[in-house]
């Protein structure tokens, strides 16, 4: 990736839009990025990381904080930056969200994040910042903290990667060669093995747990006691379980006889107590023989006298139902009475209706007549139409040659205009020309004299002159002053030649210019004359004003006179579609009157009929209304009704007595027989020995409960003691493989160096940036110093694997690097900056990037180590790379000619200078 061109406005210190031509820096070598400090130098890498990836190269220059504060209000804030990457070119332009005015209003309103980046081979552009960073990172290969660590050098960033512990280190490697996913393995695998110690540990006590929840028998909880010490415990647990079980089934087969012997007393106290109960029952019947006769006696006279008025109750329902089928007639009488009515009414409409019918066939008629006339006064009105149109076809026609003389009249105008500026042009040059040839003149003669002068100065009496031949020199030429030399006299020709050349283009094209104003007037005046007739050219616009006015007057007029005429036009097709409307609504009413004549003799000739019927209904029915027949029935009804429930009520109390004194004849009979025979114990006796028994099984019964919830408990407890051992060799087993890698990936296998997982990695990229580096450091220190990796560790508690010394070539001993001096710090933290950025660049799949930036540092240097560091950076730009320095220090802007100034402005803004 090579940038061409940057271009900042309102960012950072740059107040104003400043422009770096980095292609006027050639194609490789060194160049340096020097100016005051606080200027805004490393702003410039700035810029160009914020164009590719939205986003500063430090990671203390937030995105929002790029807007310039020197800026004006309304200057825009974006970068934009045209660089080569492969064969293809690519301009990126990007702004930050800031605040900007309002276009409308004194508010500040945000100004949102945007990007866009456009292909030189046509390709649809990339838009939005998100979208166009992705495609960036696609192109350049890296991403921004890649591209950061490799086109950017900080002198103060890599002496802290130099001067870092293992951990610091670490931190910093992940971050360039993403090797956080190793640390995550890490993490996983500890916080995996704590998982497995606690579940281990959970289980051990849940185990326990289930251990102390045993009940074991009396006699043998001491041998349980050992057993649960030593943790052997499911063998001593299977022998209580045994025992119990057998206890248990001793228990059941006492219970089964005690529950015999307890069924046998219960049902001879059943027996006994349903005799007691015979007994009493026995007497309580005899005592109601008596009662019972006496009253269905009673009963039997009161069914009797009920029977003698039955006959009543049968001729009062043969009454019932005569009136009950005249119930029809009344119905048919209201039915011709409703009949009737509704014919009146009808009547009543149809007359109305009639009426009505006969007033709309005259309101018809009348408009009819009046739309008649109407329509009559509306003819000739398509003449009128087609008259109009052609007058407007005429006054567009008119239109359209004012408005080609109005612009041709404008063309003449401009062709004056440019024939006036190139003749000016022409003078001038003419000028300038004869003043070029005068001067050239005078410098010939000039030279001329001079060359004359010069040959005189050899002359010699007596010898010949090498241009007339003579032998006599009376009056040689003298040189007259300064005499121009030749190369000035051919310089001033070809200046002068120039000119008249350029007198005689000028010359040339204000002909030109002159026939094209005249070719444009003479167009002017043919289409003045097509609409004006004969008319000077100076009174054209005068003309063209007021018949522009009177157009437009004429087109007012005809507009008029069209809405008019559309609204005419308009009303005779209204009137043509409602004659026939309303010739067909005069007929239909017509119409309707006819048929009401029709309607209205057979409405009367029903309601005579009607009337007739009515008639005779009246003089066979009883009462004036159903409602009244209706009532009369139910009063009857009701007295039926009374009757027959008396007559039921006697008869149901007679035979209802009858049955009840039969079975209580029969129950009397039936508890004669029940109390023969009895018990030899009492009743009390009986009970008091079941009682006896049922103590003794609730014992049983008890010790029985006990037993089993026991038995089940220890039971329960047997098998969650032996499936919580399974699971705990399980996990013991898992825990112990994982553990052991945990402390192998965490370096924490007790003897062995603290290095982690993620630590070797690094281990294996650090070896190869130490490679690299020391190839650049070996030059720089001029074999003294090479770069090593340690191998041990400070102590048992540090972490190791990415601890960095120096070996000292001239003393043959290996050293720590914070005993470089500063100038040898910054030797060491250059060639391991430059060996990151190789390295990084070969990960990255051999992405090449032709631009590098190296910030400061070089302070500390003396000539010779600087002479060393100047000549190392420019073996970097080897295969077209370019190297620029960010530093202010004197020497090196003596050393380096290509250079970018960056200075501040009394504002506060700064301005970029280059010198290619």
Request: charged share 35%.
């Amino acid at each position: 990736m090579r940038p061409i061109t940057l271009t900042m406005s309102a960012f950072g210190p740059y107040g104003d839009e400043v422009t770096v031509d980095f292609s006027l820096l050639g194609q490789r070598g060194l160049y340096l990025i020097t100016g005051d400090t606080g200027a805004g130098k490393t702003s410039i890498f700035d810029a160009i990381t914020f164009a590719l990836y939205g986003e500063a190269s430090g990671p203390n220059r937030e995105p929002s904080m790029l807007r310039s504060s020197y800026a004006q209000p309304a200057a825009p804030t974006f970068v934009e930056m045209v660089f080569q990457c492969g064969n293809q070119e690519y301009r990126v332009r990007r702004n930050p969200e800031y605040l900007r005015p309002a276009k409308r209003g004194d508010k500040l309103v945000t100004e949102k994040a945007d990007a866009l980046l456009t292909f030189s081979d046509g390709r649809e552009p990339v838009t939005g910042a998100r979208d166009v960073t992705k495609a960036v990172c696609e192109i350049v290969g890296l991403d921004r903290t890649q591209f950061a660590r490799i086109a950017m050098i900080a002198q103060g960033e890599f002496l802290n990667l130099l001067l870092a512990k293992t951990e610091e280190r670490s931190k910093i490697f992940r971050e360039i060669f993403h090797t956080g996913l190793y640390q995550q393995l890490q993490e996983t695998l500890k916080a995996e093995a704590g998982k497995q110690k606690s579940a281990y540990e959970s289980l051990s006590e849940s185990i326990r747990q289930y251990i102390d929840s045993v009940r074991p028998p009396e006699d043998g909880r001491e041998r349980w006691e050992e057993a649960a010490a030593s943790g052997d415990v499911l063998p001593l647990l299977d022998e209580f379980l045994t025992r119990a079980a057998g206890e248990l089934k001793a228990l059941d087969c006492q219970e089964g006889l005690l529950r015999q012997e307890v069924e046998s007393l219960d049902r001879r106290i059943g027996k006994e107590e349903t005799r007691e109960k015979a007994r009493r029952d026995w007497n309580q019947a005899r005592a109601r023989l008596p009662e019972l006769t006496g009253r269905q006696e009673e009963l039997r006279r009161q069914w009797e006298k009920a029977q003698g008025e039955e006959q009543g109750l049968k001729s009062l329902a043969v009454e019932i139902e005569t009136r009950t089928r005249q119930l029809p007639a009344y119905e048919e009488r209201e039915g011709l009475r409703e009949q009737a009515a509704e014919s009146r009414a009808q009547l009543a409409d149809t007359e109305k209706a009639a009426g009505q019918a006969a007033e709309n066939a005259r309101v018809f008629h009348e408009k009819l007549e009046e739309l008649r006339k109407e329509l009559a006064g509306l003819e000739g009105l398509s003449q009128q139409e087609e008259v109009l149109r052609r007058r407007k076809e005429d006054a567009e026609t008119k239109e359209a040659g004012l408005e080609k003389l109005q612009k041709l009249l404008v063309r003449c105008i401009q062709q004056e205009t440019a024939q006036k500026d190139t003749l000016k042009q022409y003078v001038a040059a003419a000028e300038k020309a004869e003043k070029a040839r005068q001067a050239y003149t005078r410098l010939e003669r000039a030279f001329l004299d001079g060359q004359a002068g010069y040959l005189a100065g050899f002359l010699r009496e007596g010898e010949k002159c090498p241009v007339c031949g003579s032998l006599h020199h009376p009056a040689p030429a003298v040189c007259a002053g300064e005499t121009p030399t030749k190369e000035a006299l051919e310089e001033k020709k070809a200046e002068t030649e120039g000119m008249e050349a350029a007198a005689s283009r000028a010359s040339r094209e204000a002909g030109l210019a002159r026939e094209r104003w005249e070719e444009a007037r003479r167009q002017v005046q043919d289409w003045a004359k097509s609409l004006f007739g004969e008319a000077a050219i100076e009174d054209l616009p005068t003309h063209l004003t007021q018949a522009v006015e009177a157009l437009k007057e004429e087109e007012k007029e005809l507009r008029e006179e069209e809405t008019l005429l559309e609204c005419r036009l308009t009303r005779r097709r209204q009137v043509e579609e409602q004659i026939p409307q309303l010739e067909a609504q005069e007929n239909q009413s017509r119409q309707d009157v006819l048929e009401g004549e029709k309607v209205r003799a057979g409405l009367e000739a029903r309601l005579t009929s009607l009337s007739a019927q009515l008639e005779k209904q009246e003089e066979s029915l009883e009462f004036a209304t159903r409602q009244a027949a209706e009532e009369r029935i139910e009063a009857l009804r009701t007295t039926l009704q009374t009757g027959e429930r008396v007559l039921a009520a006697a008869r149901e109390a007679y035979e209802a007595c009858c049955r009840e004194l039969a079975q209580v004849e029969t129950k009397v009979k039936t508890l004669e027989e029940q109390l023969r025979g009895g018990e030899d114990e009492s009743l009390e006796t009986l009970k008091q020995r079941a009682e006896e028994l049922r103590a003794k099984q609730r014992n049983h019964a008890e010790a029985r409960e006990e037993r089993i919830t026991s038995l089940d408990a220890n039971r329960r407890a047997r098998e969650a003691i032996s499936r919580q051992m399974e699971k705990r060799k399980e996990t013991e087993r898992r825990w112990t493989w994982i553990r052991a890698l945990s402390n192998t990936a965490n370096g924490t296998v007790p003897g062995k160096d603290k290095i982690m997982l993620e630590t070797y990695i690094q281990m294996t990229w650090f070896e190869r940036i130490l490679a690299r580096a020391n190839v650049r450091l070996m030059t720089m220190t001029s074999g003294r110093y090479e770069l090593r990796r340690r191998r041990e560790a400070e102590n048992q508690r540090s972490r190791s694997g990415l601890e960095l010394n120096v070996l000292d070539h001239y003393k043959g001993a290996e050293r720590s690097v914070k005993t470089l001096s500063g100038g040898e710090s910054f030797q060491a933290s250059l060639a391991l900056a430059l060996g990151l950025a190789d390295e990084m660049q070969a990960a990255a799949g051999g992405i090449r990037l032709d631009a590098l930036f190296v910030d400061e540092g070089f302070g500390s240097l003396d000539d010779e180590a600087l002479e060393q560091a100047v000549r190392t950076l420019n073996g970097l730009t080897e295969g077209n790379k370019l190297v620029g320095i960010i530093s202010h220090v004197s020497s090196l802007k003596a050393r380096i000619d290509r250079q970018i100034v960056v200075s501040k402005t009394r504002g506060g803004s700064s301005t970029i200078r280059l010198t290619p």
